[in-house]
């Protein structure tokens, strides 16, 4: 009973690590969060998210500024009081209120609109949902000031020079394609694509610069948002949040794009989605972990403590026959409990980095035949056929890191075989590798399970309640890996499992 309480105090020391591990993890999630923050506040583009619920979850502080939000709002964390301060601010607050409606009715609808201030300032503002996996988790607004590109809607008041000064000027790319062909570009074109006029304006195919731009209706006087790739002259791909207008007839269609560079935005986009990401599936691996150690250690503490208890009641009637078996329940119990400790404990120093890779001759019949010996000994039914090529096969490989690999593949064998039934076991040399094979005749691996065969803590569908920590697999795979070894699997439900494991052999001799 010692020894079980100095194990039970080794189990909390190892969750406790595990425990450390996994906020190791947060802590390095937290900062790829600040570094994410970093580069929002760092775009030109106000940004704003909402969940679906309308609570906001997080905004820049160029959101703030553009629209010159009061402190007192920022402490609310609810978006329609927020709406209510932004229609106050706009010109004509009704459609705001509609594109509102829209957006409130319709998950995965994107918007695009143009909005005009009281103080005379135009906003463009585009909103797209916010997908995590296949679900929409809420809503993310950007706006950027558009003023002077609206302004080019009063360009027929203006004279030549004026319309030339302001293209010429203004930080906006600007395409005119007729057809296929460019016929005009400015400067921040030039700029941003890497291209001279020159090579732009004298027969270059505009299908070369913009990669998905889909084509308006001729006589569309409606402006028309897209997210357009374009590939620089380097090959570099860039993205351009753009208004597209279409002029011109049928036969002579012209084509006008003002596009400014989101590609910081997209960048900080994605790398949010995958931080959520991350978040989520650190989160259920913790559950999970958690919810499978509960599940896996209570059934030998249950035999444990019932078989103590028998023990505590009767210890003075039961005879020798009557104790022993107890006694060997909690032995049983101690050791379930043991081995799934020692796989916790070794996957964390593999998930850590900690085991070392040091490789040394072995003879691998001789170590082969001391793990059957050591195996053939427990209460085990079933008995396992050793066959070698040779009597004396040597390679440099790390022992105490192919101990644990053969142990568990032994093990899983006998434990998803029936009673009775023969594990075969065979070592042999083939083009320059050393080869381990374990055949089993028992429950087989459904075909759905063995793409996450590999995955830790992944169990599979049919081994009902037999306990196991799901570790095992992922253990000989990362200790395979680190071998710059191969494993494969093949398998029939109701049949058994072939495992073979390919190890490069340095050394081999017969």
């Given amino acids: 009973m010692y020894k079980w309480i100095d194990e039970l105090k080794n189990t909390q020391k190892h969750l406790q690590q595990e425990n450390a591990e996994l906020k190791k993890k947060e802590t390095q999630l937290q900062k790829s969060l600040a570094l994410l923050r970093s580069t929002l506040e760092s775009t030109a583009h106000g940004i704003v998210a909402v969940s679906l619920q309308g609570d906001i979850l997080g905004f820049n502080q160029k959101f703030l500024d553009m629209w010159q939000i009061p402190n007192s709002l920022t402490l609310s964390r609810k978006y329609f009081q927020w709406q209510a301060f932004l229609e106050n601010e706009l010109k004509h607050p009704e459609a705001y209120s509609q594109v509102m409606q829209e957006v409130s009715s319709q998950a995965d609808f994107e918007s695009y609109d143009i909005l005009e201030l009281k103080d ?13 996996e296949s679900k929409i988790i809420g809503r993310v607004w ?21 319309l030339c000064t302001f293209t010429e000027t203004t930080n906006a790319s600007i395409f005119v394609i007729q057809g296929w062909e460019l016929s005009y ?29 889909k084509r308006q209706q001729v006589n569309n006087k409606d402006l028309e948002y897209q997210e357009i790739k374009i590939l620089e002259k380097n090959g ?14 049928q036969e002579t269609p012209v084509e006008i794009i003002a596009g400014i560079d989101i590609t910081e935005y997209k960048q900080a986009e994605s790398d949010l989605s995958q931080s959520l990401a991350q978040i989520k599936q650190l989160s259920e691996l913790k559950a999970h972990f958690m919810s499978m150690v509960c599940h896996q250690f209570r059934t030998p503490l249950n035999v444990v403590s019932f078989s103590n208890s028998l023990l505590k009641r009767h210890i003075n009637e039961y005879k020798k026959e009557k104790t022993r078996p107890l006694l060997d329940h909690i032995q049983s119990g101690i050791e379930q409990l043991t081995k799934m400790l020692d796989d916790i404990l070794f996957f964390s120093k593999t998930e850590a980095a900690t085991v070392n890779y040091d490789a040394h001759p072995i003879n691998l019949v001789e170590f082969c035949n001391e793990l059957i010996t050591q195996m053939q000994t427990s209460d085990s039914q079933n008995r396992i056929n050793f066959v070698s090529q040779g009597s004396y096969l040597t390679a440099c490989i790390d022992q105490k890191l ?17 009673m009775g039934s023969v594990i075969d076991f065979n070592l042999f040399c083939e083009c320059g590798k050393v080869v381990f094979q374990i055949i089993d005749r028992g429950v087989g691996i ?58 490069p052999a340095i050394k081999s001799k017969f």
């Avoid at 005379?120 to 995590?132: H, K, V």
């Fill in 120 to 132: 005379g300032r135009i906003f463009a503002q585009y909103s797209q949902p916010q997908w995590l």
């Fill in 142 to 162: 950007s706006i950027w000031d558009v003023t002077q590109s609206q302004r080019s809607k009063e360009l027929p008041q203006f004279n030549q020079a004026s």
């Fill in 185 to 213: 570009i400015n400067p921040a074109a030039e700029v941003l694509t890497g291209y001279t006029k020159e090579e732009l304006l004298t027969g270059f195919d505009a299908r070369q610069l913009f990669k998905n731009k």
């Fill in 236 to 249: 570099t791909e860039r993205w351009l949040v753009c208004a597209v207008a279409m002029l011109g007839n």
């Fill in 402 to 418: 192919l101990k644990p690999m053969i142990l568990n593949l032994l093990d899983n064998a006998m434990k998803y075989s029936p």
């Fill in 446 to 503: 459904p075909v759905a399970d063995r793409q996450r065969l590999f995955e830790p803590f992944y169990r599979g569908s049919n081994i009902h309640n037999l306990p196991g920590t799901g570790l095992g697999l992922s253990i000989v795979k990362t200790l395979v890996d680190l071998h710059s070894g191969h494993i494969a699997v093949e398998s029939e439900v109701g049949v058994g499992t072939t495992f073979t494991i390919m190890l």
